[in-house]
């Protein structure tokens, strides 16, 4: 009976563990893994075999959601001209148009910004700062 008892607890506490890495997503760490599926897709975008002239005009897609000046970034590649015959270019605009959208109007009093250093983002030193 006593090892019932200890199987029903370890039980209860591993069922206890598991819903709470069950939670729903934040807004912050929503806009995060965004941002890092976006960003990862850019440099595979510019390493890819692909191409095509735009390519290379296509402006820098670094994302650091905690610089206030990746709201600028995402409009500019959004609203950046050329490529739209790219389906891939298409495909990540829709993702930052999505990311600047849930950034600026769900998530818009959650996010904390700490630098508005843009030329970071034009030059990045180093990967973007994530909290532990």
Avoid: G, W
């Amino acid at each position: 009976l006593p090892a019932m008892k200890m199987l029903l607890s370890l039980f209860a506490l591993l069922s206890a563990a598991l819903f709470a890495n069950a939670a729903p997503p934040t807004c912050y760490s929503r806009v995060l893994s965004l941002s890092k599926e976006i960003t990862e897709s850019f440099k595979e975008l510019q390493t890819s075999k692909a191409t095509d002239s735009c390519l290379e005009t296509l402006p820098r897609l670094y994302l650091d959601i905690h610089n206030y000046c990746v709201l600028a970034k995402l409009r500019d590649f959004v609203a950046y001209p050329r490529c739209e015959r790219v389906l891939e270019v298409s495909e990540l605009k829709e993702k930052a148009r999505s990311l600047y959208t849930i950034m600026i109007s769900y998530c818009r009093r959650d996010l904390v910004f700490l630098t508005d250093d843009c030329s970071v983002l034009e030059n990045p030193a180093l990967p973007p700062i994530e909290p532990s």
